[in-house]
T-cell receptor, first 114, second 110 residues
C-alpha cells in the first residue's frame, strides 16, 4: 500500500504559469484535503472534499481550484501562479466522519514561484 | 470559529520530560488531536482526546481539560529523534475539517 502520494515532489514556476498538483490515495478514504504550510503560519486548509464529485472551500481558497473526479484522486490547480503561493503543499485523507478519525498526510510538494 | 495557541519553540534535554501546552477556543468541542512533524516531512498522528484526563501511549501522554480549554502533550525519556514540531488541532465543521495550531518546535539537546 502506497498510502497517500503526491506528484510532483518539487516544482519551480514563473509568475503567471499554471500547474496541477496530484494527490492519490489507495486507502479508500472518503475525505481528502489540500493544505499549505508556511513558516509561522501552520497548516492552512485550501480546499477539501467529502466524497467523489464534491469539493468545498477551506480557509485560504483564493487562487486555487480543485477537482475530485475519482474517489482516489484529488487535484489542486493553480491557474496563474503568484510568488505568494510559494509554499509546501500537503494532501491529507480521512476515512470518514468518525470523530476520532485521524488524517493521513502525503509527503508534500515544495513549490517555488519566481 | 476556532482559535488555537501553542508556544512557538521549546528546548529540552535528552532523557528529560517535556510538556507542550495547547489552549483552544472553539464554538463546539469535538475532541483534540496532536500530530508530530519532523523537519521536511509530513505530519503524523499521535493522539486524540475527547474526554477529560490523561491518556498514555508509551513515552507520550496527552491530557485534556475541556472546562479550561487546555491540553498538553507530555514526552518522557526524551530522545534526540523527538526533535520535531508538535501540532495541536481541533475538529470543525461537524468533523469534516480540522483546524491546526501553528505548532511547537521542540529541540532535544544532549
Amino acid at each position: 500500500n502506497a498510502g497517500v502520494t503526491q506528484t510532483p515532489k518539487f516544482r519551480v514556476l514563473k509568475t503567471g504559469q499554471s500547474m496541477t498538483l496530484l494527490c492519490a490515495q489507495d486507502m479508500n478514504h472518503e475525505y481528502m484535503y489540500w493544505y499549505r504550510q508556511d513558516p509561522g503560519m501552520g497548516l492552512r486548509l485550501i480546499h477539501y472534499s467529502v466524497g467523489e464529485g464534491t469539493t468545498a472551500k477551506g480557509e485560504v481558497p483564493d487562487g486555487y481550484n480543485v477537482s475530485r473526479l475519482k474517489k482516489q484522486n484529488f487535484l489542486l490547480g493553480l491557474e496563474s501562479a503568484a510568488p505568494s503561493q510559494t509554499s509546501v503543499y500537503f494532501c491529507a485523507t480521512k476515512e470518514g466522519t468518525g470523530k476520532n478519525n485521524e488524517q493521513f498526510f502525503g509527503p508534500g510538494t515544495r513549490l517555488t514561484v519566481l | 470559529g476556532q482559535n488555537i495557541d501553542q508556544p512557538t519553540e521549546m528546548t529540552a534535554t535528552e532523557g528529560a520530560i517535556v510538556q507542550i501546552n495547547c489552549t483552544y477556543q472553539t464554538s463546539g468541542f469535538n475532541g483534540l488531536f496532536w500530530y508530530q512533524q519532523h523537519a521536511g516531512e509530513a505530519p503524523t498522528f499521535l493522539s486524540y482526546n475527547v474526554l477529560d484526563g490523561l491518556e498514555e501511549k508509551g513515552r507520550f501522554s496527552s491530557f485534556l481539560s475541556r472546562s479550561k480549554g487546555y491540553s498538553y502533550l507530555l514526552l518522557k525519556e526524551l530522545q534526540m529523534k523527538d526533535s520535531a514540531s508538535y501540532l495541536c488541532a481541533v475538529p470543525s465543521g461537524g468533523y469534516q475539517k480540522v483546524t491546526f495550531g501553528t505548532g511547537t518546535k521542540l529541540q532535544v539537546i544532549p
